[in-house]
C-alpha cells in the first residue's frame, strides 16, 4: 500500500532541469502545486534531501527581483519582504530556501547562474 502510494507521488514530477551549485548540484521537479530542489546528502551516501517550495512562493521571487543583474542570496536575505515568504525559519535556512527558489527559476530558464568566488550571482533574462 505505502509502496504504491510512493510510486502514484513520485510519477507526478515533472523534471525540469539540473543546477551547479558552489558544492552540489540540485534536481529540480515540478508538481502540481510545488517544486521540489532535491541533492545528495553530502553525510549520508546514496541518500538525498528534498525540499519542496510553493509555486506561489518561487513566482513571486521572480516577480521582485525579474529586473536584477548580479543578485545574490545574501542580497535578497536581508530585504525584509523575505519575512512574509518564509515566517518561523532562522537565518540560514531563509537563505538556503532562497537559494534554492533561484534554483528553480534557473531551471525554468529565467535566470542564469554565475560563480564569483566563493559567491553564487544570480541574473534574470528579460
Same mark, same amino acid.
Given at each position: 500500500?505505502?509502496?504504491?502510494?510512493?510510486?502514484?507521488?513520485?510519477?507526478?514530477?515533472?523534471?525540469?532541469?539540473?543546477?551547479?551549485?558552489?558544492?552540489?548540484?540540485?534536481?529540480?521537479?515540478?508538481?502540481?502545486?510545488?517544486?521540489?530542489?532535491? !541533492?545528495?546528502?553530502?553525510? @549520508?551516501?546514496?541518500?538525498?534531501? %528534498? $525540499?519542496?517550495?510553493? #509555486?506561489?512562493? *518561487?513566482?513571486?521571487?521572480?516577480?521582485?527581483?525579474?529586473?536584477?543583474?548580479?543578485?545574490?542570496?545574501?542580497?535578497?536575505?536581508?530585504?525584509?519582504?523575505?519575512?512574509?515568504?518564509?515566517?518561523?525559519?532562522?537565518?540560514?535556512? !531563509?537563505?538556503?530556501?532562497? @537559494?534554492?527558489?533561484?534554483?528553480? %527559476? $534557473?531551471?525554468?530558464? #529565467?535566470?542564469? *547562474?554565475?560563480?564569483?568566488?566563493?559567491?553564487?550571482?544570480?541574473?534574470?533574462?528579460?
Amino acid at each position: 500500500m505505502i509502496r504504491e502510494s510512493f510510486r502514484k507521488f513520485f510519477s507526478s514530477w515533472k523534471y525540469l532541469g539540473e543546477v551547479k551549485s558552489l558544492r552540489s548540484t540540485y534536481y529540480v521537479f515540478e508538481l502540481e502545486e510545488c517544486f521540489a530542489v532535491v !541533492r545528495p546528502d553530502s553525510r @549520508l551516501k546514496d541518500s538525498y534531501n %528534498i $525540499v519542496f517550495l510553493t #509555486k506561489n512562493i *518561487v513566482n513571486s521571487i521572480y516577480e521582485l527581483y525579474c529586473n536584477e543583474r548580479s543578485l545574490t542570496t545574501k542580497k535578497i536575505l536581508s530585504d525584509r519582504k523575505m519575512d512574509a515568504f518564509f515566517p518561523n525559519v532562522d537565518l540560514k535556512t !531563509r537563505q538556503l530556501l532562497i @537559494l534554492q527558489s533561484l534554483l528553480v %527559476i $534557473v531551471s525554468q530558464g #529565467k535566470a542564469k *547562474v554565475r560563480r564569483k568566488g566563493r559567491t553564487l550571482s544570480f541574473s534574470f533574462l528579460s
